[in-house]
C-alpha cells in the first residue's frame, strides 16, 4: 500500500538502525506509534483475566497485534538493509543481517532463563503447579537439561516468548530474500505468497517441544506476511497507493471490518451467538493464527486501507505529548517486548495472589504500561547521553588537529 500502510505495523525487534525519514519534520512516527500501541496491546493480552484487555483490537476483528509487528518488522527490515546493499554491497550486508539476528537469539535465551526462573520461584515459594503448567513450562520444571537444548533449538518456548523466535528466524533467512527482492520484488513476493497458500492447504510446520507441538507461529506461513511488509517497504507500496485510495476498496474495507467484527461478537456475547450460520462456519472455521489464516490476512489489509486514508504522515497530532509515551516504547521495542513479558507474569501473579478485583486489574494494567514507557525514556535519555558524548569527543579531536 502507499508507503503510509506501514503505520499499521513489528516484532519486538526492530533493526538497529532507524528508519529513514519520510515526513518534512522527520521520520514517519506513525511506524513507531502503531508498534508502541502493539507492544501495550500485547502486554494487556498476555495478563489473564484482566478486563483491560477488551480495548486490544484481538476483540474487534480476525487480526491483532502480530500482523502488525511482523509486518512492519519486514517494511523496516527492508527498508534499512535495502539502502546498505545498495551502498555496501551483498556480504557486508549480509553479515550485518545475520549479526542482528544472533543478537537477538542472545536477547531470547536471556529472556527464556530469566523468565523461567521467575517462574520458577512462583512454584516454588506458593506451591502452585498451576502456574508452571499455565506459562508452559512444565517441562523445563521435569527436565530443565533437555529443555535447555530444546530453548536453544528455538523449540521450547514458553507461553507469551512466541513472537521472538519467529522474527528471529525470519530475519536470519532474509539475507536472500532481500536480494530477490531488490531485483525480482514482484516475482520474490509471488513465491513468498506460494509458499504460504501451500501452508493454507498441507498445514506443514516446524516441530516444537514437546515432541506433540509444532511451533506457534508457523514460520513457512508468517513468512508472507514479513516479504509483504518488505515489498512495500522498497517501493511496492507506492505501486498500491490508487488501490488504497480508491473510494470502493475503502467501502469494501469497512464492510469487511463490520463484518469481522460481527463475527467476533458472536464469539462472546450472548445475544449474537449462532450470528455465523453452520455452513458458513464450516469454510471460515478455524481462523489460523498459526497459520495466518487468509480472513487474518485480509482483515491485517482491510485495517490498513482505513488507517492510511485516516492517517496521512503530517497528521499534526502525532506530535502531540500525550501520544509521545507511546512513541517512545514503539522506539525501543525490543527491549520494551522484553520486559512486557516480565511484567505480564508479575501481573497475573498479583491478581492471583493478591487480590483480582476490577481495581487491581486497571491498575497492574496502567502500572505495567507505566514501567515500560518508563524503561524506553530511560533508553531513549542514555541514546542521547551517548550521542552527546560521541559528538563533544569528535568535536575535541578536530579541534586538536
Known sequence: MAAP????????????????PQAASGRDLRLDLFRGLALWFIFLNHVPNNVANWITNRNFGFSDATEIFVFISGYTAAMVYGRQLDSSGVMV???????????????????FVIYLAEISYVVGSFSNPLYAEEMGALQ???????????ALLLKFRPANMDV?????????????????????????LAASFLLWLAVQVWGFNLPGYP?????????????????FGGWCGLGGSDRLAGLVHSRFILALSVIYLLVSLAVV???????????????????????????????RFIHFLALGVVVV????????????????PMILCGQHSLEVFCFGVFLSFAAHFVLNEVSGTLFMQLSMSVTGIALMVGLSALLSWYARAERDRTARKMAGQRGST
Open 140 to 150: 523445563f520444571l521435569a527436565e530443565p537439561d533437555v529443555a535447555l537444548v530444546q
Open 93 to 111: 550486508t549480509s553479515a550485518r543481517i545475520l549479526r542482528r539476528a544472533w543478537q537477538l537469539y542472545v536477547a531470547f535465551i536471556f529472556l
Open 309 to 324: 486514508r485516516s492517517i496521512p504522515v503530517d497528521a499534526p497530532f502525532l506530535r502531540w505529548r500525550l501520544l509521545k
Open 265 to 295: 461478537t458472536s464469539w462472546y456475547w450472548p445475544p449474537m451467538e449462532g450470528l455465523v450460520p453452520e455452513a458458513v462456519g464450516n469454510i471460515i472455521y478455524p481462523i489460523s493464527k498459526t497459520d495466518l489464516s487468509v480472513l
Open 5 to 20: 500502510l506501514a503505520a499499521t505495523a513489528e516484532t519486538p525487534a526492530e533493526p538497529v538502525e532507524r528508519p529513514a
Open 211 to 227: 515432541d506433540d507441538r509444532m511451533w506457534f507461529f508457523n514460520p513457512f506461513a508468517w513468512q508472507f506476511m514479513f516479504v
Open 164 to 188: 521472538l523466535p519467529l522474527y528471529i528466524v525470519l530475519l536470519a533467512t532474509f539475507p536472500p530474500i532481500l536480494w530477490a527482492l531488490k531485483r525480482k520484488a514482484d516475482a520474490t
